[in-house]
């Protein structure tokens, strides 16, 4: 897609010194990001470069200050530079930043995570949502004696080359590499299904991967009885269930989507939220499983800076303040915005579908529900998305540049910044429906 033909189409938002960033930064990195979807490729325009961030806002190096729902794709549920978090990790740096040893704080987080989440025992603590869940299926492979691995169209699991495989649509299909350089042997045994269809297993699977409420392709939930038939299925066949929860744990509340539907995995992945917006991530799951991992079992796993005590201090200090109270509130902020943002647009008469799972909130440019990949692909082939993110920026509100994100709302949202975002939105929706 060409970045300058939708740069000249639309409005220009980044200030001069985040244009100049970007020049330099182009030069220097691929992209000038170090994760695509910063660039900006899907919504046209340059980047504006963030200076700092306090919590709802994020201004950049042009002094412009924005609403964010991106909140590091979920990682801050706090709201940016919260003072307790800040806190701790300055008291954690002062003692030291990393030492490759065992520590208290990790002690502290595992037992915050495995008292929070029914049926996860023990955990593992990584750097990235990646490592968590390549980990948990190299566990499930281990565990089981069985290599194939069956995922979903539209779910995201990280940058492992096993799981970035494309499918076709329909039918669960072996995959194919969903990125140069993955070789066609590296997903020779993942099976990629579809969406809210049970897939068939046998004894060959090892394990099911699946985000238990789909975030990264859009917010899609997962119908009644879904991931209950999943788990029966897993089962009949021999096989370990995994919940993908690096976005729904800790977010959709303290037992994430598996206390949020009844429904009990083998295996967890955590992650963003878990951190309190720095890079840790864990594997979760009953302790005979959990100890088929090193040193006590076979399946090798390691990591330098894995548990770090910042990580550790951060993620302990958000997990403390995430309150029943504290998910109440921000679960009431997001309703109002799902069912406000609707109004506004129906009224507005631009046609969209605004899911609210929870403290999740999605929005698809389409007349009709989605409830899989096929159907968020065809709603962000309508292009209105790109139009909709320029049009909110230029009113200071910061959606995810890229239609197939949910929108991240912080406990420093607070009912004022829901209102200016409805406010903004109505603007929007009047400029875009005139297109
Ligand atoms: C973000 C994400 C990952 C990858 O986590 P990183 O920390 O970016 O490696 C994996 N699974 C899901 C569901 C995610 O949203």
Redesign the pocket.
Known sequence: MSEEVAGERLPRLAGPRSRELFARAIGLMPGGVD?PVRAFGAVGGTPWFVERAEGAYVVDVDGRRYLDYVQS???SILGHAHPAVVAAVRDASLRGTTFGAPTEGEVELAARVTSSVPGCEMVRFV???????MTAVRLARGATRRDRVVIFSG?????SDGLLAAGGSGLATLGLPSSAGVPAGAVADTVVASYNTLPDLDERVACVVV?PV???MGLVAPEPGFLAALRRACDDAGALLVF?????GFRLGREGASGLYGVRPDLW?F??VV?GGL?L?AIGGGRSLMEHLAPVGPVYQAGTLSGNPLATAAGAVVLDLLTPEAYATLAQRVARLGAGLSEVLASEGVTAQVPVVGTLLGLFFSSAPVRDYAGARLAAAGGRYAAFFNEMAARGVAFAPSPYEVAFTSLAHGEEEVELTLEAARGAAREISRT
């Open positions: 994760s794709w979920g990682a750097s990235s949502g990646t490592e968590a869940v779910c995201y699991h990280g940058h985000e789909a975030a990264n993908d929860e690096v976005i729904t992945s992650g963003k951190g890079p991530a």
